[in-house]
């Protein structure tokens, strides 16, 4: 433990030892977000200025209105072993009420019963104001494992823990809700999308309707009075006849597009026109069913 060093300044050795503590735990619970490992990071810097034995840390789980285990690190005593029935049950709401680390001493250790050998339980609660958000229980391998001084020490990370976990968790808890918000606006924004394609998409199949209704009837004629020349007329010189079959080509091509205007199941924009305008048109053949 800290007072292990021996040299003369080894008391500044030490508060520097606990101070860089403080900031390690800090910048862990700062740069990472609230999982396991982070939490892990959290314990083995602890025990790197209090080797303790093991060590166990609950958090508060409103939804199930329990102490849930987060991690534990080496050996572990269970502080509500060493409690009566009842008291376990109500156990957060009488660490919560403690507002301070319990000390339970001359514990029988799991891992050692073989040798009977007892130890130090120390709990600490981690409350931000006066709500108790988990606790923290470490474990020593002897009776007085834990001094005055140790005590002191991870009442004081217990409340630095406390406050930068709260902090961590409302931040995880609002990154979620941006992050769902976020994608409920891409939701709404698609969903409008959709809706503005498809109230254009109703208005050209209605433009379309009446377009086909209107140039069908003509063309019928076009179509029709050209296969009557290049059937009935005899007379007709060869680049005549030339002539009206391209122009009936063309007819039953308008035809067919007219008829792919019907079709249209999606509507496919191309630039018709570039520059400040920058005019675009619908490809039919893309737009129609069979593009």
Request: glycine content about 4%; hydrophobic content about 45%; some cysteine.
């Amino acid at each position: 433990m800290e007072d292990k060093i021996k040299n003369p300044d080894g008391q500044v050795t030490r508060f520097w030892n606990k101070l860089n503590l403080l900031a390690e735990i800090s910048s862990i619970l700062r740069s990472n977000p609230p999982t396991r490992e982070t939490f892990i990071m959290v314990l083995e810097a602890i025990r790197e200025i209090l080797p303790f034995e093991g060590a166990v840390l609950q958090l508060f789980n409103k939804n199930i209105g329990k102490l849930e285990e987060i991690i534990s690190l080496g050996e572990m005593v269970s502080p509500t072993d060493f409690v009566d029935s009842e008291l376990a049950e109500e156990f957060p709401a009488w660490v919560a009420s403690h507002k301070k680390p319990i000390l339970l001493s001359d514990v029988k250790i799991p891992s050692d019963t073989r040798r009977d050998k007892k130890g130090s339980c120390l709990i600490v609660p981690l409350a931000v104001d006066n709500r108790l958000i988990g606790i923290v229980t470490f474990a020593g391998d002897c009776c007085g494992f834990f001094r005055e001084k140790d005590i002191r020490l991870l009442s004081v990370v217990g409340d630095h823990m406390a406050v930068s976990i709260d902090r961590l968790i409302y931040q995880n808890k609002l990154e979620i809700k941006n992050a769902a918000l976020k994608k409920a606006r891409k939701d709404l924004k698609r969903a409008q999308e959709n809706i503005i394609n498809n109230e254009r998409l109703a208005a050209v199949r209605e433009l379309a309707i009446s377009m086909n209704h209107e140039i069908n009837n003509p063309l019928s004629v076009i179509i029709g009075n050209i296969q009557y020349l290049l059937v009935i007329e005899k007379d007709i010189s060869k680049m005549t006849a030339q002539r009206l079959k391209k122009i009936e080509a063309e007819a039953l091509r308008i035809a067919d597009l007219n008829h792919r205007l019907l079709e249209i199941d999606d509507l496919v924009s191309e630039t018709y026109i570039e520059g400040a305008d920058n005019i675009k048109m619908i490809n039919i053949e893309k737009s129609s069913a069979r593009g």
